[in-house]
């Protein structure tokens, strides 16, 4: 079963019902469902999501949220050697570095994004949720 690692934006898609991208995200986690690809996010995207979601729902339901995404998807921690990593990376969004880094240390190829430019200086396999979609085979 593949891994990958989702991006902020893609899980709050979901979370904000973002109109344009809403479709496709909900679609990739059916493949979740299906137990054809496993999801994970980092700890800091859990803590990205709560202090986005909750501007616009609140924080109750930016909690709920939350609680039923780490349900579906596992999340896997950011440590010490993971942000020295991401400070010494040449990579321009911090935060990316981060997912980067994090994806690495635990076997994760694949990274699911919206920004797929800001993941062009990684190893991995990035792709926009319509491209990994179009890349399944089911």
Do not use: C
Not at 11 to 39: E, W, Y
Not at 52 to 78: C, P, Q, R, Y
Request: charged share 20%; glycine share 4%; hydrophobic share 45%.
């Amino acid at each position: 079963m593949e891994k990958v690692l989702f991006d902020t934006n893609v899980i709050l898609d979901i979370a904000l019902k973002r109109n344009s991208f809403f479709d496709n995200a909900v679609q990739i986690f059916g493949l979740i469902d299906q137990g054809i690809i496993q999801g994970h996010i980092t700890a800091a995207t859990v803590t990205d999501i709560y202090y986005i979601s909750k501007k616009v729902k609140g924080h109750d339901l930016a909690l709920e949220f939350i609680s039923n995404v780490i349900e579906i998807v596992e999340v896997i921690g950011v440590d010490k050697q993971i942000i020295v990593n991401a400070i010494k990376s040449n990579f321009k969004d911090f935060e990316d570095a981060v997912q980067v880094f994090s994806a690495a240390s635990f076997g994760i190829e694949t990274v699911i994004t919206r920004n797929v430019k800001d993941f062009e200086h990684s190893n991995l396999k990035v792709f926009s949720p319509s491209e990994f979609l179009k890349n399944q085979i089911f």
